[in-house]
């Protein structure tokens, strides 16, 4: 099993999501968040005076697949996440040793 983590735009959330739906990705954690990469923030003007922003709004998605499913998540978040500016997030994957689902005590691909 795999977890999937993406920083996204937080206007890309609602495409990104029916995308999944499409795909019978059902699960999805979602959190907003805050934060900078190589972009570094920005610089806006407020009544006349710059001030820097660096911390920058973001959508956090924890998504949890089966090895075979990795990879069309993958593939469906990028089509459908990207812009093309600089911004538009990352996805990270990590192994996942075990799962389980509390309501029926089921482990492993079966409480996924």
């Keep these: ?6 920083i996204i735009r937080p206007d890309k959330l609602e495409e990104v999501k029916n995308a999944l739906a499409e795909i ?7 959190t907003e968040v ?3 990469g190589r972009q ?3 610089t ?3 009544r006349g005076r710059d ?3 660096d911390l920058l709004p973001k959508t956090r998605l924890e998504i949890i697949v089966n090895d075979k499913d990795a990879d069309d998540v993958i593939d469906t978040i990028l089509k459908t996440a990207q812009t ?8 990270f994957i990590s192994p996942v040793d075990d799962v389980v689902r509390i309501r029926t005590g089921e482990r492993g691909e079966k409480a996924v």
Aim: charged share 30%; with cysteine; hydrophobic share 30%.
């Design 1 to 6: 099993m795999k977890e999937i983590t993406a």
């Design 24 to 30: 019978q990705c059902k699960g999805v954690t979602v």
């Design 34 to 36: 805050k934060g900078r």
């Design 40 to 42: 570094l923030g920005v």
């Design 44 to 46: 806006e003007s407020y």
């Design 51 to 53: 001030y820097k922003v």
């Design 84 to 91: 093309g500016d600089i911004g538009d997030g990352k996805i």
